[in-house]
């Protein structure tokens, strides 16, 4: 994905493992961002996962450390700690949202740093507008 975003110029374009998403500064932008990159996903003959597909990005306060019990997780079925991490996050995600970007007011950056992850939000007036996390992995 990476790759493709470079190549192609995709604007708005945040990228993680095979993961992608598309902002803009207004909804106008937005959506020309999202064009571009099913315009791109055609001409490069690329499919989307539907079950993955979402139309907001969403947000769930110090999500490095929630996400861990499933993250160990080596075997199926998932053992009490996962399952209740996984029902947790599940009830997270109903609520959380990512807003839109408001050039006029401050930004404030909040950082989360595990042995296992990192990650970071842009917040304007207390609510998510940008966030970023990548898995750490030993060298």
Known sequence: MDKLVKE???QG?????????IA???QEQHDQNVQHFLEVINKRNLTLNATK???SA????????KIQPLARVKKFPLNEEALLA?????QEFEGATLHSVDENLPFEV???ALEVAVSAVLNQSGR????MSRTLQGS
Request: hydrophobic share 40%.
């Open 58 to 65: 969403k947000w769930i306060q110090n999500f490095s450390a």
């Open 86 to 90: 996984f029902e947790l996050l599940k």
């Open 128 to 131: 998510p507008v940008a966030f």
């Open 53 to 55: 597909t979402i139309r």
């Open 110 to 112: 909040e950082c989360d």
């Open 8 to 10: 192609e110029n995709l």
């Open 13 to 21: 374009a945040f990228q993680y493992l095979d993961n992608i998403t």
């Open 24 to 26: 803009g500064h207004t």
